[in-house]
């Protein structure tokens, strides 16, 4: 399966900003692996304009479960699409925090992304309470059930594994414990929506930086990476999807 390096740029980026998706297209006009890149919804348009024609596709960081409506300062699955959208992440655990998003509000907005289109990147991991408690697998296993609309395919479903504690922190599992968890999320992914699930990319996320991403990437079942702070800037991100090309 060919593989994806994304970038979430979170609540980060100006008009300014989009310099660095042009050295990004000129340093690794065509990598050998996808390259997707998540601004926020400000950039959207424009940074889809850039990427038109290009290796990079251009995504949401959420989108509202209804296709349109009263719904003041939501985006929908349409808008993105108008937008110049390919994707959209959704359930990332900042939203699962500060918005206090269920499960349930997740799987709506994954399928709602779906039938928009978009190709849905479903985000789950447990917190540092729960992998001290011995939860890990049970959580994520919850949030497979729960999150991850049924008739997913390997054409419209994402999955990052995202460790909460690991988000930002500079710390990341062992290779170990990614392992096993990826290898755990393909099998429940199969239970839940079939032999698609051979095909679905599984990314994992959190600290992941040019100087620990080949390590990762040759973990099995780690199809690519969700990556935040080191997606902002093109040499960083750059490197990543270089790491990815020869994974
Ligand atoms: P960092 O790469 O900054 O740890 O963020 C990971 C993340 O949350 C991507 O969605």
Redesign the pocket.
Known sequence: MRKLAAG?W?MNGTSDSLSEVVTLLAALPSPACDMLLCPPATLLARMAQLAQGTALQVGGQDCHAHAAGAHTGDISAAMLVDAGASHV?VG???RRTDHHETDAQVLAKAAAAQVAGLVAVV?IGETEAQRDAGSTLDVIGAQIAGSVPEGSTAANLVL?Y?PVW?????RTPTIAEIAEVHAFVRARLTARIGAQAAGVRLLY?????PSNAAEIFAVPHVDGA??????LKAVDFGAIVKALSLA
């Open positions: 979430n979170k992440i990332h655990s900042e985000c990052a995202e690991a988000i930002g922190t500079g996320g959190g600290s992941v930086k969700l990556v935040g702070g080191a997606s």
